[in-house]
């Protein structure tokens, strides 16, 4: 029997439509995996070196953490998607991967896909089933994405480091809502603290500390998409020992504050 374990986690996704007041540099909102299609107009994806025309019809592939900005000089609406691999080895692979990629559609396309995403992220109105039914469609569609991305691109991991620090992360996956120490996850991968920070920041280009960080502000991100539950009742949800320390938190991290968030979201994480 052979376990697939290639699963993702959707940040968030659907349908927009913005002009020229789309304007947004990069922030750690945008430290993710992303998929566009637009259908009307044209946007601007910039990393330090380059600068992509993202074209009408076309579907990208974007490695979120090599942006620099994004804009639009008229008017544009696209279909889109953030998620992140639970696979180690396909994360670091994607991440590897320059900042916009173009990936061929045929046979593909979002369309009929918004209805499972917003069941996805509004899962409290549909049945364990049609839940069940969305995350087939939504990971199908993430999934030939990223099989084509790796026909068409030379995308390399190094295995014997990930693999190494694997239990580490399956474990900080599990509990990142608790205090997790250095020294436990060291002793999971059989290293010095010292040392598993090290190879663990040359790998992910992020300390254990700010992973942590990031698995909770993304899973913040979700649940303040539920309108029926407070910032109070999120930040005890995450572990953190007040209200003010998740919003301080937040505000460190995404630059604005929860509520700011709630009010204003699609413009945000676009």
């Known amino acids: 029997m052979i376990y697939l374990n290639q699963t993702y986690e959707l940040l968030a996704g659907g349908f927009h439509a913005g002009n020229k007041s789309?304007?947004?540099r990069h922030t750690e909102?945008?430290?993710?995996?992303?998929?566009?299609?637009?259908?009307?107009?044209?946007?601007?994806?910039?990393?330090d070196q380059d600068d992509f025309t993202l074209e009408k019809g076309k579907m990208y592939f974007?490695?979120?953490?090599?942006?620099?900005?994004?804009?639009?000089?008229e008017s544009f609406s696209t279909h889109?998607?953030?998620?992140l691999p639970k696979d180690l080895m396909i994360y670091q692979g994607l991440l590897d991967l320059p900042a916009v990629v173009e990936i061929e559609t045929n046979g593909i396309s979002f369309i009929g896909?918004?209805?499972?995403?917003?069941?996805?992220l509004n899962s409290t109105k549909i049945s364990s089933w049609e839940y069940v039914l969305s995350i087939m469609h939504v990971q199908a569609l993430i999934q030939t994405m990223i099989t084509r991305l790796t026909?068409?691109?030379?995308?390399?991991?190094?295995?014997?480091?990930?693999?190494?620090?694997?239990?580490?992360?399956?474990?900080?996956?599990?509990?990142?809502k608790d205090t997790i120490h250095l020294k436990e996850l060291a002793c999971m991968c059989n290293v010095s603290p010292n040392y598993f920070?090290?190879?663990?920041?040359?790998t992910f280009k992020v300390t254990p500390t700010n992973y942590i960080i990031l698995l909770r502000m993304n899973s913040a991100l979700q649940l303040l998409k539920d309108n029926g539950v407070t910032i109070k009742e999120i930040a005890?949800?995450?572990?953190?020992?007040?209200?003010?320390?998740?919003c301080k938190t937040f505000k460190k991290y995404y630059g604005i504050t929860p509520g700011e968030y709630q009010r204003n979201q699609n413009n945000i994480l676009l």
């Open 22 to 24: 789309w304007n947004k």
């Open 151 to 176: 026909k068409d691109c030379d995308i390399t991991a190094t295995s014997t480091k990930i693999y190494r620090l694997e239990p580490a992360m399956r474990y900080m996956h599990a509990n990142y």
């Open 29 to 47: 909102i945008d430290n993710c995996f992303k998929l566009y299609q637009l259908t009307e107009g044209n946007v601007h994806v910039c990393s």
């Open 113 to 120: 896909l918004e209805q499972h995403i917003d069941m996805l």
């Open 197 to 202: 920070h090290k190879i663990f920041k040359q």
């Open 62 to 73: 974007i490695n979120g953490s090599k942006l620099s900005k994004q804009y639009c000089k």
């Open 80 to 83: 889109w998607i953030h998620f």
């Open 236 to 246: 005890f949800e995450l572990g953190f020992t007040d209200n003010a320390h998740f």
